[in-house]
């Protein structure tokens, strides 16, 4: 079956644009994670949902970020007033438990 | 702080050399870890976990909860073993990674 998907692979803007990732979950897995890797880094928790409740945001690095999931599958997260420090490769990851987490292939977002 | 440190950027061996990639994390409660690879031009995926006690292509990584360490090791290493290795904790819900060590197996 398929994997995670992420759209876009990669996005460019500009700083002060708002900005939105799309991550298609692997179908049945409840829980869903989104991550983000800077360069030489490695995956830093954003945000975990169960379901479509966010069960752990304790990882959004400010009000800038939010991220949705209205129907328990696929999962928005956006960015506002993007700033040059937010570039990175943002990864979403789905799992059916904890103990195993099957990771999109990122979008690269560069904030010019 | 909740911190999984892996101190080695790049580690180098030759094909057929023992290998251990190392992790240390910060003690606190029963501590759930685990390894993920990353292949050139794949997608980040579980190698092993230390609750399984698995040997996954050779690899094995054994809980050390006095040094807390959960260093990866593989007696012969192979070219194809060439990748990003990262430790990670679980806490909850929630995931801390390490930053990481490159692989190279040379020939």
């Known amino acids: 079956g398929a994997g995670v998907s992420q759209t876009p692979s990669n996005k460019v803007t500009e700083k002060g644009k708002y900005v939105e990732l799309r991550c298609d979950p692997i179908s049945g897995h409840t829980a869903l994670y989104w991550y983000r890797q800077s360069l030489g880094q490695g995956p830093e928790f954003l945000i975990y949902?169960?379901?479509?409740?966010?069960?752990?945001d304790s990882g959004l690095p400010n009000d800038r970020f939010f991220a949705v999931r209205p129907e328990g599958s696929v999962s928005t997260l956006k960015i506002q007033r993007t700033e040059r420090g937010d570039s990175a490769v943002y990864l979403c990851?789905?799992?059916?438990?904890?103990?195993?987490?099957?990771f999109g292939p990122g979008t690269r977002l560069t904030v010019l | 702080a909740q911190r999984v440190t892996q101190p080695e950027k790049l580690l180098s061996v030759f094909k057929g050399a023992p290998v251990e990639l190392k992790c240390n994390y910060s003690y606190s409660g029963s501590p759930e870890l685990f390894w993920y690879v990353q292949y050139s031009r794949q997608r980040l995926q579980l190698l092993l976990r230390?609750?399984s006690r698995e040997s996954i292509k050779g690899f094995t990584a054994d809980l050390n909860k006095g040094e807390t360490s959960f260093h990866l090791k593989k007696p012969f290493a192979q070219e194809e073993d060439s990748a990003m290795y990262y430790c990670a904790r679980r806490y909850g819900q929630n995931f801390v990674f390490g930053p990481g060590t490159r692989l190279s197996v040379l020939p």
């Open positions: 230390h609750i």
């Open positions: 990851a789905s799992s059916l438990s904890a103990n195993e987490q099957f």
């Open positions: 949902f169960q379901g479509t409740g966010a069960a752990d």
